[in-house]
């Protein structure tokens, strides 16, 4: 069957010269025409509609600053390993935060802080069993990169941990890195990141339990990283 636009065979040749053809044509074809651009006018709108909608979602989706994502790289290296030290270390090596990239643990002397029955429970000790407390500020150079509560059974130490852990400044995993210890994470927390952080705002909030590779729990730890692990802004 033969197409045709109105009443005019599609592949016919009107000679516009002709003006019965061309009154014919011009009857015929100019509701179908204007059905036709009628048709072109509301797709055209339809795609611009979807451009600018697009456009506007696109404009809608804020990449993450700096900041927020440097905090989020150390949080997911400080819950992927099983030592906070050699994480610290690293960083601050990373990130030109010190001539030397070696962390010191200012210990806070005198410093008590009796451990819950939640956390005797997590490490198994009685409600009698001795657990020392150790509170240090972790420093790279001269920033202080993140503060720490250390809660730890002393028999299930060396005599040569214990002594370091009570009188040396070197950090609690790298007094007890010969038990090969793993990180069980009991719980973690992050901070509202200001658009500058200062360098004591808290940015993260660890808690953690160390258990030898035999899987003897024998500390716990609470660690608060600080903004002074983000390096200066350029």
């Known amino acids: 069957m033969e197409e045709v636009i109105g009443s005019i065979p599609l592949g016919s040749t009107i000679s516009l010269s002709d003006p019965s053809a061309a009154s014919a044509w011009s009857r015929s074809g100019s509701s179908s025409l204007g059905t036709v651009l009628s048709a072109v006018g509301i797709l055209s709108a339809v795609i611009a509609t979807s451009t600018n909608t697009q456009a506007e979602g696109v404009a809608e989706i804020r990449p993450a ?6 905090v989020a790289d150390l949080r997911g290296r400080i819950l992927r390993s099983d030592s906070a030290t050699a994480v610290l270390e690293s960083w601050c090596a990373e990130k030109g935060l010190a001539g030397q990239a ?7 002397i005198g ?23 150790r509170h240090v500020r972790l420093a790279c150079g001269d920033r ?11 028999a299930r130490l060396t005599p040569e941990m214990n002594a370091a852990l009570d009188g040396s400044d070197v950090p609690f ?10 990180r069980r994470v009991v719980s973690v927390e992050s901070y509202p990141l200001a658009a500058e ?3 004591d705002a808290p940015l993260v909030r660890v808690d953690a ?8 729990p024998f500390c716990e730890v609470i660690e608060t990283y600080l903004g002074a692990t983000l390096p200066p802004s350029r």
């Not at 600053?65 to 440097?70: I, N, R």
């Not at 202080?144 to 002393?154: G, H, I, Q, R």
């Not at 339990?209 to 003897?216: E, M, P």
């Open 65 to 70: 600053s700096s900041a927020e994502a440097m």
């Open 102 to 108: 070696r962390l010191v643990a200012h210990r806070q």
């Open 111 to 133: 410093a008590d802080k009796a451990p819950t029955p939640e956390q005797r429970t997590r490490l198994g000790v009685g409600p009698d069993e001795p657990v020392r407390y």
């Open 144 to 154: 202080v990169l993140s503060e720490a509560d250390n809660w730890y059974v002393p």
């Open 173 to 182: 995993g790298r007094v007890v890195r010969p038990l090969a210890p793993v």
């Open 197 to 199: 952080p200062g360098p």
């Open 209 to 216: 339990l160390l258990v030898t590779g035999a899987g003897a």
